[in-house]
């Protein structure tokens, strides 16, 4: 998975701030240093003219001479290490310090990115999904099957396993989800499952409720020119992530906007071959009626549909913590 160019540069951006935060705090402490100790540098200075001297000897093959080196910096460091012992200090307290060591807050190591790097993907994957905090406690850990029964739970049981099979081929495969389901069967809760799988392994994704993105759309669009910037913005951050979810799709208010607005979001995404995930309340035929045929049909041809069993699980969940 790639990150956005924005998403790229926001991260680039903080390790430039980092380096700049650790160059002058390393720049202060020695300056206070050598107020503190002026006998270092001059000795400092005698360091460096005999490591010079050292490898010139070596180029020189004079194998006295390099001996006598060796001895005289063992000498000078020694000296050294004592000086600053004697005012508290270590020869790690004249080095930079770093947020992160091993890539010293460049986020690579050689052409590769380091753990720190992909650690501040999946940070910042997080904050851009708006599931940064419900994804804490809805996720395949806390999933439970002892809210469905009999038949209900084994239909579950095969849910999830396609849930499971969709992070799986991600990469590989490009697939499309329809959860369809009453009022609290799961739908959200399974979404946001899948969210977080993808997410840890750095794969971005963007939550938003129909009335977030139909909300958003129509601000972009008809809020004036400051937002029209903002318009031309949310699209590619729309069609360019990894997953984009769709929740309670057909609560919001429909009308002619959001309609073309919502096929023109699937099928972009489609023909990007960029995986959406989208979850509704309503059956196929109510689907038909309020987004159009055209859109159905899109949604028929290019999404794997799964109607999750049971009723509302928020409802048995209250009623059994007050039993």
Known sequence: MSLMNTQYDSIMRMYAARQARSRQEYEERMEQIQKDVPELAPLDADITACQAALVRSAVEENPARRADLKSRLKNLQEQRNALLSAHGLTPASLEPVYVCPDCKDTGYIGSD???????????????????????????FDTFSYNWYDGDERDSMRRTVAEARLFIENFDTQFQNLLLLGAVGTGKTFLSNCIAKELMDTCHSVVY????????MLSKAAFGGERNAQNYQ??????????????DDLGTELPNSFTVS?????????????????????????????????????????SYTIRQLPGSDIRIKKKLYHHS
Do not use: G, W
Request: glycine fraction near 0%.
């Open 113 to 139: 990115k380091c753990h720190c790097f992909l650690q501040a993907e999946i940070d910042l994957l997080y904050h851009q999904s708006n599931l940064n905090e419900v994804l804490k406690q809805e996720n």
């Open 208 to 215: 938003l409720t129909a009335f977030q993105l139909f909300d």
């Open 233 to 246: 913005q949310t699209y590619p951050y729309l069609f360019d992530c990894d997953l984009l979810i769709i």
């Open 261 to 301: 607005q919502f096929f023109l979001c699937i099928n972009e995404r489609i023909l990007r071959k960029k995986s959406t995930l989208i979850s509704s309340n309503l059956d196929m035929e109510a689907l038909r009626s309020i987004y159009s045929e055209r859109t159905l049909s899109r949604i028929i041809s």
